[in-house]
Nanobody, 123 residues
C-alpha cells in the first residue's frame, strides 16, 4: 500500500489541525494504521494507532487527550485531529500501515510509510 500524508502547516499554539493519510494500491481496511512523528533532532515517536476494527491507542505522554485518530475505510483514508497544539508538537508526522494482527505502538511493526507532512506550532 502507498501512503500519502497531508494537512501539515504552520499554526499557532492552541490552534487545531487535521492531518489526513490517503492510501492507494490496497484497501486500507486490511491494515492497522498509525501516526508517528519526528521532531528536529529527536527520534521518531509513536503518536496514535487505530486497528482494522477501530480500536484506538494513544501516546498519552505526548498527546494527553488532545489528539484523535480515525479512519474511513470507504474513502481509504485515515486522519489525525489535533487540538490545543503546543510548540512541542512541532514535527514531521508520518502515517504508517501494519499487517500485524494486533494493534501496536512499535514502529518496526509498520512496514508501509508515507513521506510525512510537517507541522510547525509557533508560540
Amino acid at each position: 500500500v502507498q501512503l500519502q500524508a497531508s494537512g501539515g502547516g504552520l499554526v499557532q499554539a492552541g490552534d487545531s489541525l487535521t492531518l489526513s493519510c490517503a492510501a492507494s494500491g490496497r484497501t486500507l481496511s486490511s491494515y492497522n494504521m498509525a501516526w508517528f512523528r519526528q521532531a528536529p533532532g529527536k527520534e521518531r515517536e509513536f503518536v496514535a494507532s487505530i486497528s482494522r476494527s477501530g480500536v484506538r491507542i494513544y501516546s498519552e505522554d505526548s498527546v494527553n487527550g488532545r489528539f484523535t485518530i480515525s479512519r474511513d475505510n470507504a474513502r481509504n483514508t485515515m486522519s489525525l485531529q489535533m487540538n490545543s497544539l503546543k510548540p512541542e508538537d512541532t514535527a514531521v508526522y508520518y502515517c504508517a500501515a501494519s499487517t500485524r494482527l494486533a494493534i501496536s505502538r512499535a514502529s518496526e511493526d509498520f512496514l508501509s510509510w508515507g513521506p510525512g507532512t510537517k507541522v510547525t506550532v509557533s508560540s
